[in-house]
């Protein structure tokens, strides 16, 4: 279980291939590289949070509830409510 707690880039790449088009666009467009970087880390973190206490698969149950407030919570504090909030309606 713990294992899932270390950096895992493959999560990276699934993260930057499920984005929208939008969400992509204003990733890639209006991020920094801080930015984007703190922005797929709240996700990976999100993600590995619902996988770890919740049942898989999380997708479409709690845990995808969970892992979406989380990922929010996470980006705000991180990169701001305006690009959280640009990003996460396009997603």
Partial sequence: M?????????IYERLLAAMSPKERQIYDNELN?????????SAV????????????????RIGDAVKHSMWNA????????????????AH
């Fill in 2 to 10: 713990f294992q899932r707690l270390f950096f895992e880039n493959e």
């Fill in 33 to 41: 590289n801080t930015q984007k970087t703190l922005y797929l880390t």
């Fill in 45 to 60: 973190q999100a993600y590995i949070y619902a996988e770890i206490f919740y049942d898989r698969p999380v997708r479409n």
């Fill in 74 to 89: 996470l980006s705000t504090s991180r990169i701001g409510e305006e690009l959280t909030k640009k990003l996460t309606d």
